[in-house]
């Protein structure tokens, strides 16, 4: 079992950066492939940026590309979403998932950080 929960969320302007975190706890989680997701009012959720156990292999969304960077510190379990030039569109509430190595389905889901990005 894996837990996770995010932090950093807020309110910034357009053009603002913010900073999310997500620590996990839980056997084996350093391991794991850890992704960003994101849901606004009205949508479905939708894939920001992902990033595997090693760091070696890194995705992000065409939305994000170019404004998010992804990383985790393995030592303190912690998976990062930097996001900067954010925008009024990237309003949403973030959420962290975790899915080990040979799981395509993320299993374990944060409980959503609110970020709101105003014009």
């Known amino acids: 079992q894996v837990q996770l929960v995010e932090s950093g969320g807020g309110l910034v302007q357009a053009g603002g950066s913010l900073r999310l975190s997500c620590a996990a706890s839980?056997?084996?989680?350093?391991?794991?492939?850890m992704g960003w997701f994101r849901q606004a009012p009205g949508k479905e959720r939708e894939f920001v940026a992902s990033i595997t156990g090693s760091g070696g292999s890194i995705s992000f969304a065409d939305s994000v590309k170019g404004r998010f960077t992804i990383s985790r510190d393995s030592a303190k379990n912690t998976l990062y979403l930097q996001m900067n030039s954010l925008k009024p569109e990237d309003t949403a509430v973030y959420y962290c998932?975790?899915?080990?190595?040979?799981?395509?389905?993320?299993?374990?889901w944060g409980q959503g950080t609110q970020v709101t990005v105003s014009s």
């Open positions: 839980g056997r084996s989680s350093s391991t794991y492939a």
């Open positions: 998932a975790a899915r080990s190595l040979f799981n395509p389905t993320y299993s374990y």
